[in-house]
T-cell receptor, first 109, second 113 residues
Framework: DAKTTQPNSMESNEEEPVHLPCNHSTISGTDYIHWYRQLPSQGPEYVIHGLTSNVNNRMASLAIAEDRKSSTLILHRATLRDAAVYYCILSMPASKLTFGTGTRLQVTL | EAGVTQFPSHSVIEKGQTVTLRCDPISGHDNLYWYRRVMGKEIKFLLHFVKESKQDESGMPNNRFLAERTGGTYSTLKVQPAELEDSGVYFC???????????FGQGTRLTVV
């Protein structure tokens, strides 16, 4: 499985945008870039995914570098409820997810 | 629409006993996955069902773990006999066809004492 690298932790103020980076230099042409997050005491939650083009949904935006070796999850206005561990995962559709250590996002008032 | 449900939410058993975890996926989802997180470690894949067939069981730790998905609906994960190192949170997830989004349950926290 191709590996991803994320910062261990990040902090943000509430109502401000957050950019969570992910490096995946060994990504293959068929790998999708997935983001999941895990809130305390809950199961992982799907956030967004993309292949080559930038993607937007109601939760977040995903910016993918042109060479696909990195990507950035963008939370446009962080709230306290966004405090979670965010995982950047490479996977093909309908395949297992390989979780790393993720980025622990802290959101403060 | 109901999400992925797991039962029980917590289970405490003694070493050597048997425990069966259950997962009800979202209706119509043919993919069902089991994962677990052992204390202090990352979430690890256990196995993947497509309908009632085991597509990938490369993550199953040993033959004390038995997963079934009779009829391609709900799934059970049995641990027999349980060991102390089996303690952790077991997550189930489901997805539909080739859609990338997987939906996770709340998990079952298993404690072996």
């Amino acid at each position: 499985d191709a590996k991803t690298t994320q910062p261990n932790s990040m902090e943000s103020n509430e109502e401000e945008p957050v950019h969570l980076p992910c490096n995946h230099s060994t990504i293959s042409g068929t790998d999708y870039i997935h983001w999941y997050r895990q809130l305390p005491s809950q199961g992982p939650e799907y956030v967004i995914h993309g292949l080559t083009s930038n993607v937007n949904n109601r939760m977040a935006s995903l910016a993918i570098a042109e060479d696909r070796k990195s990507s950035t999850l963008i939370l446009h206005r962080a709230t306290l409820r966004d405090a979670a561990v965010y995982y950047c995962i490479l996977s093909m559709p309908a395949s297992k997810l390989t979780f790393g250590t993720g980025t622990r996002l802290q959101v403060t008032l | 629409e109901a999400g992925v449900t797991q039962f029980p939410s917590h289970s405490v058993i003694e070493k050597g006993q048997t425990v069966t975890l259950r997962c009800d996926p979202i209706s119509g989802h043919d993919n069902l996955y089991w994962y677990r997180r052992v204390m202090g470690k990352e979430i690890k894949f256990l196995l993947h069902f497509v309908k009632e067939s085991k597509q990938d069981e490369s993550g199953m730790p040993n033959n004390r773990f038995l997963a079934e998905r009779t009829g391609g609906t709900y799934s059970t994960l049995k641990v027999q006999p349980a060991e102390l190192e089996d303690s952790g949170v077991y997550f189930c997830a489901s997805s539909q066809g080739l859609r990338p989004e997987a939906f996770f349950g709340q998990g079952t926290r298993l404690t072996v004492v």
